[in-house]
């Protein structure tokens, strides 16, 4: 069993930076696989990231490849993703997701964190 809580959204301008960070309970927390998901007003929610629980990989949607950075600490149990040159249309409520990485569905889900960026 893993909980998630999610922390670290707000407001902020268009260029700017935001880190979100997801804590994580549980005792096989390092087994897991660990993503970020957004779902902005009036559409589905779709992938951002993910990393494998070794560290050892990570894949980000084509819309945030090299403005978002995702990384954990498994030690700590987080995952954090480091946003940079954030665009309006960034703005959603962030999610966290973990899976065990032989599942293809993310099955533990945090209750999201808001993201609003202003032009």
């Known amino acids: 069993q893993v909980q998630l809580v999610e922390s670290g959204g707000g407001l902020v301008q268009a260029g700017d930076s935001l880190t979100l960070l997801c804590a994580a309970s549980g005792r096989t927390f390092s087994t897991y696989t660990m993503g970020w998901f957004r779902q902005a007003p009036g559409k589905e929610r779709e992938f951002v990231a993910a990393i494998s629980w070794n560290v050892g990989s990570t894949s980000y949607a084509d819309s945030v490849k090299d403005r978002f950075f995702i990384s954990r600490e498994n030690a700590k149990k987080t995952v954090t993703l480091q946003m940079n040159s954030l665009k309006p249309e960034d703005t959603a409520v962030y999610y966290c997701?973990?899976?065990?990485?032989?599942?293809?569905?993310?099955?533990?889900w945090g209750q999201g964190t808001q993201v609003t960026v202003s032009s």
């Open positions: 997701a973990a899976k065990l990485s032989v599942l293809k569905l993310y099955n533990y």
